[in-house]
């Protein structure tokens, strides 16, 4: 199993549309949580931190479920900037970010 | 103040050739991270320095990589006798903190190409 797996993407999604994304990790001891986006050919750059059952910022709801070593990212209202691909992270010791392969989001008019 | 930097942006090598790639951190961050991208997957964990130590390398290849962070000065990725699978997008991240709670900001990352 991987150490962190993530939705196949792609997502194609119209304006204003609410989309989620899942992903399940595999070390249970794992405490905090990441949601980085990644435009095309950019650096990842942080969207979410989650370190206990969820975090909201605006359109952006993050959740969290231990028992079932599970995240999920909610995106509401969705606008075409939003199209990137979104990478599920998982600290791993105290330094080293594993990370999921990403979920491509496409929002068209 | 400045974000991470990278130079260069863009590397071009031939088989066999070295390839240096230079990370400069945030301002008062002490901990630098690498990451390797293979085209159409996901970051990668390569090595994670302070100043002047190798604290963890157990994401980098057993061979030709090697990686520094003197006490002045970039961090230096270097990678000897390149080949066609070392083309990918290698992304240098900092941290003012070693915290699994602490978020590591990255740079713009240097695309290598091996011709």
């Known amino acids: 199993r991987k150490e962190v797996e993530q939705d196949p993407g792609p997502f194609n999604v119209p304006e204003g549309a609410t989309v989620a994304f899942n992903c399940t990790y595999s070390?249970?001891?794992?405490?905090?949580f990441f949601w980085y986006r990644q435009d095309c050919r950019k650096e990842p750059k942080l969207l979410m931190s989650?370190?206990?059952s969820g975090n909201e910022d605006g359109r952006f709801t993050a959740q969290l479920n231990r028992a079932s070593q599970y995240i999920s990212l909610l995106i509401r209202d969705s606008k075409l900037s939003d199209s990137a691909t979104y990478l599920c992270?998982?600290?791993?010791?105290?330094?080293?970010?594993?990370f999921g392969a990403g979920t491509r989001l496409a929002v068209h008019p | 103040n400045a974000g991470v930097m990278q130079n260069p942006r863009h590397l071009v090598r031939r088989r066999g050739q070295e390839a240096r790639l230079r990370c400069s951190p945030m301002?008062?961050?002490?901990?630098v991270y690498w990451y390797r991208q293979l085209p159409e997957e996901g970051l990668k964990f390569m090595v994670y320095?302070?100043?002047?130590?190798?604290?963890?390398e157990s994401g980098m290849p057993k061979e030709r990589f090697s990686a520094e962070f003197p006490k002045e000065g970039p961090s230096i990725l270097r990678i000897q006798q390149v080949v066609r699978g070392d083309s990918a997008a290698y992304f240098c991240?900092?941290?003012?903190?070693?915290?699994?709670?602490?978020?590591?900001?990255f740079g713009p990352g240097t695309r290598l190409t091996v011709l």
């Open positions: 991240a900092s941290s003012p903190l070693a915290s699994s709670t602490d978020t590591q900001y």
């Open positions: 070390n249970s001891a794992s405490q905090s």
């Open positions: 989650v370190y206990s």
């Open positions: 992270v998982v600290p791993q010791g105290y330094n080293k970010l594993i």
């Open positions: 301002k008062g961050h002490s901990h």
């Open positions: 320095l302070q100043k002047e130590n190798i604290i963890d």
